[in-house]
């Protein structure tokens, strides 16, 4: 089953589907896979506790070339997008001004190994935890090519909130995300990130400006940047802490700052 709309000349989505604040917009949950595709569609204003544009529970659909903007989770998050048990297939798609009261801005992946290729997000947040996305309950989402800028949490994970989980990152950036807790652009909670060729620039926190690990966490680094990230307490770059260890190899730390130490 493909589900397609029109795009414009820029090749730009132009079929909305639009919740009006009121219902969630679209659900998989009959164990639909790679078959069954979401392409060139506008998902906007919708409302539900998790998932509010789309929940896929035990199902792993293609989405590609939609936009995700301004829905809203309730409940247990995931403003935008819920995902649980399954490995959807996400390209090329923008999440923008999606919110959630209780984690993941955007997305929450649960037990789940989400793929995602070339995806924005821009300006989402969260009461909680992961403005952006929120990784749990041991998932491992694979990352290529992504961006997170101008993520808000209230509490930790700007652009990123990892628990339990081990997500791989291939050239993605991390710019101008903030939180007011830990981790501006990344947060790390038992959790083992391997990170390849990332940029994290200008995110903000009070520990770890750039990125945050503790109780146990792992972080595998290779060729990233750290560029004027900004701390309140400690770790303008980086933070570990409570027995969290870092392997960090050929990666650029530059122009970093603290207001205290670190």
């Not at 917009?25 to 569609?41: K, Y």
């Not at 990152?169 to 995300?177: E, G, H, K, P, V």
């Amino acid at each position: 089953v493909t589900i397609r709309g029109a795009t414009d000349v820029d090749g730009n989505p132009t079929t909305v589907l639009d919740g009006q604040d009121a219902v969630r917009i679209a659900i998989c949950q009959s164990g639909e896979g790679p078959d069954t595709t979401f392409e060139n569609l506008v998902f906007t204003n919708g409302s539900a506790p998790r998932g509010a544009g789309l929940y896929n529970l035990d199902s792993s659909p293609r989405v590609v070339n939609c936009v995700f903007s301004f829905n809203a989770s309730d409940g247990d998050g995931g403003g935008a997008m819920y995902n649980k048990n399954c490995s959807p297939n996400i390209s090329e798609c923008i999440f923008v001004g999606n919110t959630a009261i209780n984690n993941g801005g955007a997305m929450a992946n649960e037990g789940s190994s989400t793929i995602l290729t070339d995806c924005v997000f821009d300006s989402n947040s969260t009461q909680s935890a992961g403005g952006g996305v929120l990784n749990f309950a041991d998932s491992a989402p694979i990352l290529n090519g992504c961006s997170f800028t101008g993520n808000h949490a209230d509490s930790d994970g700007g652009g990123m909130y990892n628990v339990n989980s081990a997500p791989e990152l291939t050239d993605c950036s991390f710019s101008s995300n903030s939180a007011v807790a830990m981790g501006g652009g990344m947060q790390n909670y038992n959790s083992m990130p391997d990170l390849n060729a990332c940029q994290f620039t200008f995110n903000t926190a009070s520990l770890g400006g750039g990125l945050h690990a503790f109780i146990g966490s792992n972080v595998d680094m290779a060729d990233c940047v750290f560029n004027e990230n900004s701390s309140e307490i400690s770790g303008g770059a980086i933070q570990l802490s409570q027995e969290a260890d870092a392997f960090i190899s050929l990666s650029i730390f530059t122009g970093n700052f603290t207001s205290a130490t670190g």
